[in-house]
């Protein structure tokens, strides 16, 4: 029975996978990125469908096992962003923010306990936090390439085109993660929304980025003002994720902490 | 982009001076037929809005990314300042801020914006997003009066027809409920992992139902939504009372299909990304040279 205990195992094994392909990806080997990224992928996602088992449902519930989902989709979305538009940076870039949130697993896991209260019990679940884990890993990208397009000191068109695209891909994402989870509250507590805590941060995010696209159609826009509003609306998404469970006025009113129980 | 903060800016005044005149929004006085009535009127004012915008430039603004992004940038300032205050029912304007005039005639300027937006475009991706956005907001809030959501507390082997509002007033319903067994299944640490009660229902038009609702799983009824919503927490796996919720929404059909409006919209935003992005490479050409 695959336990917790042998994730480090398997962390390594995907991690060094993934390294190869970023290094593969750099020197234009193509065909050995795809690779080697695939099967850490395949390697990650054997343990969770292994925890899966063991623990009797889907491994979503406390903020140790959506961190496990997040450190698999960074690398699965720098391979889909690879594959479409040969950004050679993107998978080192996955690979390092997936190896810190295994790092965070390895030396910080939350308990994993086996319940999973009756209103976590639905359809809805896996498809809602999976998506949503899709969205923010893709977000997390843009966030990283706004700063380093802060830094340098003025950006190409194609640079500034390529964040649109990663924003693009990650609100499309979120909106669908918002909108099942507006169908399932509708199922478990009678409701679509009811501007509990973490659906109003879900909103705010949501409109935040919904700027960010709307300033960049305009044709008189500052790119950088919008690099910038990038990275505030990752900010926000921090607080909408995890955040709020620090914030004193979502402690006890939102139904959306779960992990504590 | 100066006019629009300006704009929006006058927005939240009014919402001050109103919120100090008429207190609060009362959103319980939009109950049918009043809501229909505001819909139909806030539609011909877009449309007019729409039609008299060659002739009245301020009209034409309104559909502009110049008008768009600064309500946009509002709606996110007053929606964080209400995910960073405790929304209860007593205390300051900010702690029920869905009630607060600012923050409401925000949302229905952009409403207004989205309405002028989409008479103007007509592509498919953008419609499916811009109107689907439109349609379950309006629908949403205009039909949140009509929302019916009462409790009702079932006892073993007792046939009830009455149900609580949320001011806890007895309402009788349409219907009758006798719960035949309250099912109850926990975790070896005692924690719930399953509440459920089996229920036999009785409808006026004397359709007889025998069904289990589950968390998760309701059942619906001649418009009604059962849901299992708690039981005797005292005598956790004994207890011989179920709580249901009955929900009642007759705008939900329009609100949905405003939802998988932009599902729909999602997903083209997946597929096409930025469409326009052509013509601002061109925009950005030209400028530079």
């Known amino acids: 029975m695959i336990t917790w205990e042998h994730f480090i195992y398997f962390a390594i094994a995907a991690v060094l996978f993934w390294i190869v392909g970023a290094w593969a990806a750099w020197k234009k080997k193509t065909v050995l990125a795809y690779t080697t990224t695939i099967l850490g992928l395949i390697v990650l996602f054997s343990f969770i469908l292994s925890m899966w088992m063991s623990l009797e449902r889907p491994p979503l519930r406390t903020m140790g096992e959506t961190r496990l989902w997040y450190s698999f989709f960074l690398p699965l979305a720098g391979i889909i962003v690879y594959s479409r538009w040969k950004y050679k940076w993107i998978l080192s870039f996955s690979t390092i923010l997936a190896f810190v949130f295994i790092c965070v697993n390895l030396f910080k896991p939350e308990i994993h306990d086996k319940t999973l209260m009756p209103a976590l019990q639905s359809p809805w679940f896996a498809p809602h936090v999976i998506v949503y884990m899709f969205a923010y890993a893709v977000l997390g990208a843009s966030a990283v390439m706004a700063i380093f397009l802060l830094i340098r000191k003025k950006p190409l068109i194609s640079e500034l085109e390529m964040t649109d695209n990663l924003v693009y891909v990650g609100l499309a994402f979120m909106t669908v993660g918002m909108l099942f989870g507006a169908l399932w509250a509708k199922e478990a507590w009678g409701h679509y929304w009811s501007w509990d805590p973490k659906e109003t941060w879900a909103a705010i995010t949501w409109f935040a980025y919904l700027i960010y696209i709307h300033y960049r159609q305009l044709p008189t826009h500052k790119p950088r003002w919008a690099l910038w509003g990038l990275i505030i609306s990752f900010v926000l998404l921090q607080i909408c994720w995890w955040g709020i469970n620090y914030l004193p006025s979502s402690v006890g009113t939102s139904v959306h902490v779960y992990s504590s129980t | ?289």
């Open chain 2, 1 to 289: 982009m100066k006019k629009g903060f300006l704009i929006g800016g006058g927005i939240i005044i009014i919402g001050l001076i109103l919120e100090l005149i008429v207190g609060p929004v009362k959103w319980e006085a939009f109950a049918w037929p009043v809501n229909g009535i505001v819909l139909v009127g806030f539609l011909t004012i877009i449309l007019a809005l729409f039609l008299l915008r060659k002739k009245i430039p301020a009209f034409r603004f309104i559909g502009t990314y110049q008008a768009a992004i600064p309500t946009l940038t509002y709606a996110v300032v007053l929606t964080i300042i209400m995910g960073l205050t405790k929304q209860t029912s007593d205390g300051t304007w900010l702690n029920s801020m869905l009630t607060f005039w600012p923050f409401v005639l925000i949302y229905v300027y952009m409403a207004v914006i989205l309405g002028m937006v989409i008479l103007r475009r007509h592509d498919i991706p953008f419609l499916l997003n811009h109107f689907g956005l439109f349609l379950a907001m309006t629908t949403a809030t205009l039909g949140n009066a009509d929302m019916q959501r009462l409790m009702m507390i079932t006892n073993v082997g007792e046939i009830e027809w009455r149900a609580l509002n949320q001011n806890g007033e007895v309402r009788e319903m349409s219907l009758t409920v006798e719960l035949k067994r309250f099912i109850m299944e926990t975790y070896d640490d005692g924690s719930p992992k399953r509440f459920a009660s089996e229920i036999q229902i009785l409808t006026k038009s004397g359709k007889r139902i025998e069904t289990t609702v589950d968390v998760n799983k309701p059942v619906e009824v001649e418009g009604w939504k059962i849901y299992q919503y708690g039981y005797d927490t005292q005598m956790g796996a004994m207890s011989q009372t179920s709580i249901l919720e009955l929900v009642r929404d007759p705008w939900l059909p329009a609100v949905y299909t405003g939802i998988y409006m932009m599902l729909a919209g999602a997903v083209c935003m997946f597929i096409f990304g930025n469409k326009k992005k052509n013509v601002n490479r061109k925009l950005s050409n030209c400028k530079s040279q």
